[in-house]
């Protein structure tokens, strides 16, 4: 596996602690981030899922955005997945695609996010016999568009759903590569209890030759030992999650030497049960221990809120955090990002600039 250099450090000059906690807000808002952990589908809003319901003649189980937004009480991974797939089947055409992917690119965008590595299921389309073409030239063309409109940058990331088999995802994989310019890597993800990495080793080490990058899902419900094999046998880059890792020490110091940035999603983990509130979330427990952490919102429109409101929210739950971490958790973010050194530089330098004009 490819190590990271240590962890970000600020420069010198940055007097974190003349900032007054009351522009922390502002400040964790405007900060430069990159998103590495979005699952597409999962930014499909209600009134969106029923206005696409409707251009498409698609008949949805709940009667009313009303009704659906209702649903959205999840017990664990599983209870929301089921909604999750649900919400997508109104995805039909290009357009559909296009118009979700934009959705999603002017909120991150607004919520300062100068890059997005954005998640994307090919499988939950292809089942209901969309062509994954449609599916990746509408995002594609989405991610064009923002590039123009909002001077965002993203990628697509195709992940596989590990609820199928081995066999399905080399299949998704092999489908998808006559549009292989338009993705740098794979992912993995779906419902995570009793469907380990190891599952997928053929189809990573696949996609590894095909110069692909890899992330995986890994201890969100799932125990510590995926994440071992996540990296081991799959030889991912980063881990989706990961925050169960705190139940093995001897692991948590293994992340903390190889430098692997953890995608982690504090409302999300709140909303699926991981943690009971934002207050009991163990980032501080995983930044002390010297994690490359990120901050990501996974489903945002299922959630509560993108990646501004994830920060906003955890930092005021979490005395622990202040600026100093605010800095670090969004350099973690661009410096994990599969954008170029050069680029990831000066996206740094801007984030230094922000900090600068806070004191
Ligand atoms: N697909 C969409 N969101 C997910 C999550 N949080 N975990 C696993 N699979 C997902
Ligand atoms: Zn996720």
Redesign the pocket.
């Known amino acids: 596996m490819s190590a990271l250099p240590s962890l970000p450090s600020p420069p010198a000059d940055i007097a974190f602690e003349a900032i007054e906690s009351h522009r922390l807000p502002d400040l964790l808002r405007r900060m430069p981030k990159a998103e590495l952990?979005i699952?597409i589908e999962?930014s499909l809003e209600p009134e969106l899922i029923f206005s696409l319901a409707e251009r498409n003649g698609v008949k949805l189980a709940w009667p009313s955005v009303q009704a659906l937004r209702a649903a959205y009480a999840f017990t664990d991974l599983q209870s929301f997945l089921d909604i999750y797939y649900a919400g997508a089947s109104v995805l039909l055409h290009e357009d559909d695609f296009f118009d979700m992917a934009m959705a999603y690119f002017e909120r991150a965008a607004a919520d300062g996010v100068v890059r997005a590595e954005v998640?994307f299921d090919p499988q939950t389309h292809t089942e209901r016999g969309v062509p994954v073409g449609v599916v990746i030239e509408g995002l594609s063309r989405a991610r064009r568009a923002a590039f123009d409109r909002f001077g965002l940058s993203s990628e697509l990331i195709l992940c596989f759903l590990r609820h199928l088999s081995e066999d399905a995802a080399l299949r998704t994989l092999e489908d998808a590569l006559p549009w292989r310019q338009h993705f740098i890597g794979v992912g993995l993800?779906s419902s995570e209890r009793g469907h380990p990495p190891e599952k997928f080793a053929r189809v990573f080490a696949r996609a590894g030759e095909l110069g692909l990058r890899r992330v995986a899902?890994a201890g969100?419900e799932g125990p510590a030992a995926y994440i071992r094999s996540a990296l081991d046998l799959l030889k991912v880059e980063r881990i989706?999650?990961g925050v169960r890792c705190t139940e093995d020490p001897s692991l948590v110091a293994e992340l903390a030497a190889r430098g692997v940035p953890l995608t982690v999603?504090p409302l999300?983990n709140v909303k699926l049960r991981v943690f009971d509130d934002l207050s009991g979330h163990n980032l501080p427990e995983l930044m002390a221990a010297g994690l490359w952490v990120t901050l990501n919102s996974?489903?945002p429109a299922y959630f509560g809120g993108y990646l501004a409101t994830n920060f906003v929210d955890t930092f005021a739950a979490l005395p622990a955090l202040g600026a100093r971490q605010a800095w670090q958790l969004a350099a973690n973010s661009l410096e994990a990002s599969f954008a170029s050194p050069p680029q990831r530089a000066l996206w740094r330098a801007d984030l230094d600039a922000a900090f600068r004009g806070a004191v």
Do not use: K, L, V
């Open positions: 952990h699952h999962g998640f993800d899902h969100e989706d999650h999603c999300s996974d489903d």
